[in-house]
């Protein structure tokens, strides 16, 4: 059963930004890509660098170390040097709340 924690504001996560986000232990990049928000891991199957310090670009979650692209909806990978997805997670919105499942 989905456990949803509230995480974020919606200003938190401005169109075109990442937010970072601790739950249960878990790293997790909030995304918003012209509006809809996402819930992937903020961790790079790389090399394990933040990717809630990275950037949006096209839909895609950038790395801030090495430059691979991830989905921002669903995590494929989608530019080298990644080649694993990222997990995504269940997103809720709630009035101007973000609630992530990461259960
Ligand atoms: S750590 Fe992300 S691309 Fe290398």
């Known amino acids: 059963m989905s456990d949803f924690k509230r ?3 919606l200003t938190d996560v401005p169109s075109g930004t990442v937010y ?3 739950v249960d232990g878990e790293r997790v990049a909030i995304c918003n890509v012209d ?3 996402s819930a992937v891991s903020g961790t790079c199957t790389h090399a ?3 990717l809630c310090d990275g ?3 096209d839909g895609c979650l ?3 170390l090495h430059y691979a692209t991830f989905d921002a909806r669903t995590g494929h ?3 080298p040097p990644a080649d694993e997805p990222l997990k995504v997670y269940e997103v809720k919105i709630e009035g101007e709340d973000i609630l992530v499942s990461v259960g």
Request: hydrophobic share 50%; net charge negative.
């Open 35 to 37: 509006g809809e928000i």
């Open 20 to 22: 970072g986000v601790d």
């Open 55 to 57: 950037d949006i670009e």
């Open 7 to 9: 995480v974020a504001m």
């Open 62 to 64: 950038v790395c801030p």
């Open 48 to 50: 394990d660098a933040d």
């Open 77 to 79: 990978a989608m530019e």
